[in-house]
C-alpha cells in the first residue's frame, strides 16, 4: 500500500474518531505502528495534523483551509456567470473567469463575445501570471514572497509585447495596485487586450480574475473606465461572496510581506 493511500486513510479515521493515539490509529487500520506514527509526524509538519495536550492525534484547520481553497474555486463560475453573460452582451468581447493556482491562472469558465478576434481560451488551460490581464490582476495583489518567486523567473515571452523583465514587471504591478486593475497590450496575443480586475477571498488574498478580452485597443485612463466599472461590479460582488470585507475598489488593498 502507497504513502499517499495510508495517509488518506490516517486522515479519514481522524475526521470521524479523533482524538486517536497512536497504537488506535494502527490497530483500526491494521497498519504497522512504526509506519503510522512516521505518517503521523508527516502529517504534523504539513500542519494536516496536531497532537493534543494529552498526546493523542487529531486533524488541524490546516485541511479545512486547503478543502476552503478548493470549494471557493468551485464557487467561482457560478458566482461569476451572470456578471460575464451581461458584459459579453454589453462589450462584445469574451469575458473569462481565472482561478489562481500556484504560479499560474486557470480558465474555469467563459463567455464568448460576437466580435471576430478573441482570445479563446479553453476552460482549463493555464496561463502566466507574468503576463495577460487576468495573470497580472492576480499577481499584483499575492503577497511580497510570492511576487518574488514569480519575478525571478522564468519570464517567457508570447509575443514582442510580452514583459520579460523582472523590474519592469515590478513596476508594473505598482501601477496595477494604484489603479486596481490590469491591462494586457497584446503580450499573449498579438491584435488582442484584455483589461481585468482581481477577485479577493475572506482573508483578502487573490483567488481569481474576470477579463474582457478582444480586439478593442485597452489602454489606463478614461477610455477604458466604463470596461473597469462593470468588472468592479462583478468582482466586488463575488469577493463579498467569498467573504471578503474589505474596502472596494482593489486599489486600497496593499500586497503583504
Known amino acids: 500500500m502507497s504513502s499517499i493511500r495510508r495517509s488518506v486513510q490516517v486522515m479519514e479515521l481522524l475526521a470521524r474518531k479523533s482524538p486517536l493515539g497512536v497504537r488506535a490509529v494502527a490497530t483500526q487500520l491494521a497498519l504497522p505502528l512504526g509506519s503510522v506514527h512516521r505518517l503521523l ?7 494536516i495534523a496536531e497532537r493534543t495536550p494529552g498526546g493523542e492525534w487529531e486533524l488541524s484547520f490546516r485541511l479545512l483551509e486547503i478543502c476552503g481553497l478548493q470549494l471557493e474555486r468551485i464557487a467561482l463560475p457560478a458566482l461569476c456567470r451572470p456578471f460575464a453573460e451581461k458584459m459579453a452582451e454589453t462589450t462584445g468581447e469574451t469575458v473569462n473567469i481565472n482561478a ?9 469558465d467563459k463567455v464568448r463575445g460576437n466580435q471576430g478576434m478573441q482570445l479563446d481560451m479553453r ?6 501570471l507574468h503576463c ?11 503577497t511580497e514572497s510570492e511576487q ?11 509575443t514582442v509585447k510580452t514583459i520579460t523583465d523582472a523590474g519592469v514587471l515590478e513596476a508594473e504591478l505598482q ?3 494604484e489603479r486596481g486593475y490590469s491591462i494586457d497590450d497584446q503580450e499573449v496575443v498579438l491584435g488582442v487586450y484584455c483589461v481585468s480586475v482581481p477577485i479577493f477571498d475572506a482573508m483578502a488574498r487573490p483567488v481569481g480574475a474576470i477579463s474582457i478580452t478582444g480586439p478593442s485597443q485597452k489602454a489606463p485612463g478614461p477610455e477604458v473606465l466604463p470596461l473597469v466599472e462593470m468588472l468592479n461590479e462583478a468582482c466586488g460582488h463575488v469577493s463579498r461572496r467569498l467573504g471578503f470585507r474589505g474596502t ?7 500586497a503583504k510581506q
Open 100 to 108: 489562481l493556482s500556484g504560479k499560474h491562472g486557470v480558465c474555469i
Open 132 to 142: 495577460g490581464g487576468a495573470g497580472k490582476a492576480m499577481l499584483a495583489f499575492m
Open 175 to 177: 501601477r496595477i495596485r
Open 148 to 158: 518574488r518567486e514569480v519575478l525571478g523567473g522564468p519570464l517567457p515571452a508570447f
Open 248 to 254: 472596494w475598489p482593489a486599489v486600497a488593498i496593499e
Open 41 to 47: 509526524l508527516d502529517l504534523e509538519q504539513e500542519g
Open 123 to 128: 476552460i482549463g488551460a493555464r496561463g502566466s
